[in-house]
């Protein structure tokens, strides 16, 4: 499904560290890029071997393509590890970094983050392996965002509206390959591959409408595996008939208290699983679209995952 030539587990280390890294050169870009971005490169691999999170022989013949995807400075750290009490409060603070867009906005360590623009992060839950949710729609929202941003965060038993101004970095898609390779993987060797789509893509950044009482969601698992990289929120798909597990995020405010304690006791009262067909060169866009909390209690039936865009786009 993706062009990734290692164990999962290794790739998606490997290819967060690699646009991290990448990222952090780029944006220092001067006569000597090169030298940074192969620098930093070379940093972050030599971090995973000797950390032994990749075998050295797994880097043989590998080829990387990581999609362009978005990214803010915004400089908190939040904890990302999913506790029952304080996810009832919102997305705990841990670290501000110094002249950032969140120190200067006020955001405090202790603070519990409970909506960035809009998305509600209380009483979301957890995912696989005691992930939170709320951390992970807290990086889905605030990557979409370019211009003011508003925090509302509770401090001390107080509600506290905070603004700042986050300028959002359109990362360009990137190859990587660590040693010479015989094949192309996405337009990679000379010749006309550059010009043919060779995938699809299946995005879970929100362009979703709350007149259409559509929220975000998360995307689980494709075709039972976990996708990476993972800092993407878009994921690239070989063409054809693709299943697609799904998490939704929709606001709390949405339910009763009976039917969010409901919600907040297990992740799969609050999955589904979605068939697409992907077409060559066509990007899916998602969204979880509530019926009502009615069957909530019942069957599961009070959201569906949905399709909310179609948009023609190159992949290879």
């Known amino acids: 499904m993706h062009a990734y030539l290692i164990k999962p587990l290794h790739h998606r280390a490997l290819s967060s560290l690699v646009a991290l890294a990448a990222c952090t050169s780029l944006a220092l870009a001067s006569e000597d890029t090169d030298r940074r971005v192969s620098d930093a490169l ?9 950390n032994g999170e990749i075998p050295l022989d797994a880097l043989q013949d590998l080829h990387l393509q990581l999609d362009a995807f978005n990214t803010v400075r915004f400089g908190a750290l939040v904890e990302g590890r999913f506790d029952s009490d304080s996810d009832l409060l919102g997305l705990k603070v841990l670290a501000v970094a110094s002249d950032s867009p969140a120190q200067k906005m006020g955001l405090q360590p202790g603070d519990h983050i409970q909506s960035v623009a809009g998305a509600s992060l209380v009483g979301l839950g957890a995912l696989d392996a005691q992930q939170a949710r709320a951390a992970v729609v807290f990086k889905q929202v605030l990557s979409a965002q370019n211009g003011d941003v508003e925090l509302l965060v509770q401090r001390n038993g107080s509600a506290l509206a905070l603004h700042t101004t986050v300028n959002a970095l359109s990362l360009p898609s990137m190859q990587v390959s660590f040693a010479a390779a015989t094949t192309s993987h996405g337009g990679g060797g000379s010749g006309g591959g550059r010009d043919v789509d060779t ?5 879970q950044l929100f ?3 709350r007149s259409r009482a559509e929220f975000p969601l998360v995307i689980i698992e494709i075709d039972g595996k976990v996708p990476g990289p993972t800092r993407a929120d878009t994921f690239r798909v070989a063409p054809g008939l693709r299943r697609v597990t799904v998490a939704e995020a929709i606001d709390p405010r949405e339910f009763s208290d009976v039917a969010l304690a409901r919600r907040s006791r ?5 999955r589904h699983d979605l068939q697409i067909d992907v ?5 899916y866009r998602l969204a979880a679209r509530f019926n009502g909390q009615v069957g909530m209690l019942r069957d599961n039936s009070y959201w569906q995952p949905v399709v909310v865009s179609e948009k023609a786009e ?3």
């Open 42 to 50: 070379q940093a972050a691999v030599a971090r995973l071997v000797e």
């Open 314 to 316: 190159s992949c290879r």
């Open 199 to 203: 995938c699809g893509r299946i995005s």
């Open 266 to 270: 297990g992740s799969s009262a609050f």
């Open 207 to 209: 362009v979703g409408s």
């Open 279 to 283: 077409d060559v060169g066509v990007t």
